[in-house]
């Protein structure tokens, strides 16, 4: 879904909520991910503005201070970016490739039964069809993807054949550049000093012009 993703064009609005909004969007997150209540402030900290970002393909991204948390299609539950689960890795239920299978993955190519039933990789659990899991890999420790499941995961593990997840993100797609942190170039940081001089001189003009009014 979002291997073509640019948010030059992808992304329709990005505006505030109301204190409303916020306050259920805070609500669901609590119901759903019980494991945040501890920290749910520090996600969406109070008198802090949520933003709600909508793409195409009827996508809505969560934002808060300046971070991309969760997303939903249309009116479904909110799901936890690669990033927010880089930081939580146990919101959702996890599945584990196997080596071969990484580069395929990173692609955004769908996530084949074999990939997960094979040595080196996992599939455990009582997990239904159309449930979100966050995929990691053989070897790795961080998440390498979140997916929804096409089939349960007995299935998968029964059939060792077919489609069994569908690859929604994963590492350096477009919704993860999207949210890659700001980093200043030199050169910027260069334009930057350059236009703060050029202020303080305006400012220094303008106390000057003053002054001579006074006089």
């Given at each position: 879904m979002f291997k073509k993703f640019d948010a030059d064009t992808d992304i329709r609005s990005h505006t505030q909520v109301k204190g409303s909004v916020a306050r259920n969007i805070k609500k669901e997150v609590k119901q759903r991910y019980p494991q945040l209540n501890e920290i749910l402030d520090e996600i969406f900290p109070k008198k802090h503005p949520v933003y709600l970002m909508k793409c195409s393909q009827h996508v809505t991204v969560i934002e808060s201070r300046g971070f991309l948390w969760f997303w939903r299609i249309s009116d479904g539950p909110l799901i936890p970016t690669l990033r927010c689960l880089h930081k939580f890795p146990e919101l959702i239920p996890s599945v584990t490739v196997?080596?071969?299978?990484?580069?395929?993955?990173?692609?955004g190519s769908k996530i084949m039964s074999p990939g997960l039933t094979?040595?080196?990789?996992?599939?455990?659990?009582?997990?239904?069809?159309?449930?979100?899991?966050?995929?990691?890999?053989?070897g790795m420790k961080t998440a390498l993807a979140v997916g929804v499941l096409e089939m349960d995961a007995e299935a998968i593990r029964t059939t060792k054949k077919g489609v069994a997840i569908d690859n929604i993100l994963y590492l350096n797609d477009g919704l993860w550049q999207a949210s890659a942190p700001k980093v200043e170039t030199a050169d910027q940081k260069s334009k930057g000093k350059k236009n703060k001089k050029r202020e303080e001189d305006t400012d220094a003009g303008a106390d000057e012009l003053i002054d001579a009014d006074d006089l």
């Open positions: 196997d080596k071969g299978a990484i580069r395929h993955v990173l692609k094979s040595k080196g990789g996992k599939v455990e659990g009582d997990m239904k069809k159309g449930e979100p899991v966050v995929v990691m890999a053989e």
